[in-house]
């Protein structure tokens, strides 16, 4: 299905996978590992135009040592830890609007990629108009999940994919 909606005005774009119950995490980790997916998340926001992306202390601090920051991307951590120590090269924010406000100085193209609390609160920014959900057609034993996407329409998806005994597909929501 041909789809133009990230040609939309910039904003904040949020970039996650997640189960039936829109399960995301399970003790502080990904619950599955899919190949593909993670080459689509690299793909979304490494080939883009000048990219930040966005994530919360717990979703750093669950990425390996020896891939973070994320290459190619500007990356911006939000902690409330006034002490809190990243690598030079990273941003670090202390509230939602300041690791906005440092993303718009860094980049052109914004993506919230985690964990829950910060989905949460990406979506309940005006800012965020386009949502890049891969759906998992399975049910996980989760403790972390995705607030639900209130006002947003399902405007493209893809054919499922295969992998690990389980099957997924990207799809992508807007709200106007
Ligand atoms: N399926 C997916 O696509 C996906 C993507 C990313 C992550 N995940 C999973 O999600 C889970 C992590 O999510 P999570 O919700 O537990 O943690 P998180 O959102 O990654 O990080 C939460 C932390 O962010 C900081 N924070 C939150 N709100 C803040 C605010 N308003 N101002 C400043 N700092 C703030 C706090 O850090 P301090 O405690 O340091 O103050 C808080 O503990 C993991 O299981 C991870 O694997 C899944």
């Known amino acids: ?18 189960d039936k119950n829109m399960g995301i995490g399970r003790e502080g980790d990904l619950p599955w590992r899919f190949k593909k997916d993670m080459a689509f998340f690299r793909e979304t926001t490494q080939d883009a135009a000048n990219p930040v992306v966005i994530m919360g202390r717990k979703t750093w601090e669950s990425i390996p040592h020896r891939f973070r920051p994320l290459k190619g991307r500007y990356n ?20 939602f609007d300041d690791a906005v406000a440092l993303a718009k100085t860094m980049g052109d193209r914004y993506f ?8 949460g609160l990406a979506l309940a920014s005006p800012d965020t108009h386009i949502v ?3 759906e998992v057609d399975a049910e996980f034993s989760c403790d972390t999940f995705l607030p639900a996407l209130d006002g947003f329409q399902r405007v493209w998806w893809d054919e499922w994919i295969e992998e690990g005994g389980h099957r997924f597909r990207f799809t992508r929501w807007v709200r106007p």
């Open 112 to 119: 919230i990629i985690g964990g829950g609390h910060i989905y």
């Open 1 to 18: 299905m041909a789809d133009k909606t990230t040609d939309m005005i910039p904003g904040l774009e949020l970039v996650v996978a997640a």
């Open 132 to 134: 890049h959900l891969t």
């Open 76 to 95: 911006v951590v939000l902690t409330r830890q006034s002490d809190y120590q990243v690598p030079p090269n990273v941003g670090l924010a202390h509230s």
